[in-house]
């Protein structure tokens, strides 16, 4: 990936979710450095990139988001993350409400199949298992779009394909 296709992406990443400098490093092989130049260059692009004590998040990018409670198997895991992205949605997160641990959350940050499917290759890899699976297989997304409307589609997928669970 050249430096400009980092930016890029890392430009569609940013939202009100705050990500760190290390986690983005991570994200694309490179050191935290090359990540803090990266974000100079962009604010000297005119991009409106903040800086938190919690990492960077872009100014003026408003998006809305909802949480949706799911439960699915393993195999469809993908499948999930695909309907979600592709109906122009962003998986923020997802969280598990533990018996003993209380609220369980992981940053996601799948805007793409393609960040999607090196999720799943991970998981594939024996890396980790979803943490749905420590619940049953129910779990937690927050999804963030650009409207309300995009939301409630990916609300109706997700209840078509039958991957909402029952309210609380």
């Known amino acids: 990936m050249t430096g ?5 992406d890392i430009v569609r990443s940013l939202g009100e979710t705050p990500l760190s400098a ?4 991570a994200r694309y092989g490179v050191s935290r450095q090359v990540i803090v130049q990266d974000i100079a260059l962009l604010r000297a692009e005119g991009k409106e990139i903040i800086s938190t004590n ?4 872009l100014a003026g ?7 949706f409670k799911a439960r699915h198997t393993d195999e ?4 999930e993350l695909y309907l979600i992205v592709d109906a122009g949605g962003k998986v923020e997160d997802v969280f598990v409400w533990h018996k003993v ?13 393609r960040k999607a499917d090196e999720f799943m290759a991970k998981i594939a890899a024996g890396v980790s298992t979803p943490l749905k699976n420590i619940t049953g297989n129910y779990h937690y997304h927050t999804i963030s779009a650009d409207s309300e409307e995009v939301l409630s589609e990916i609300e109706k997928q997700l209840k078509i394909r ?4 029952d309210g609380d």
């Open 76 to 79: 469809q895991t993908a499948e």
């Open 22 to 25: 290390t986690n983005l490093a």
């Open 61 to 67: 990018k408003a998006r809305t988001t909802r949480v």
């Open 101 to 113: 641990y209380g609220k369980i959350c992981a940053h996601m940050g799948i805007d793409s199949r």
């Open 54 to 57: 919690g990492g960077y998040i």
């Open 162 to 165: 039958g991957f909402l669970a």
């Open 4 to 8: 400009e296709n980092r930016r890029q």
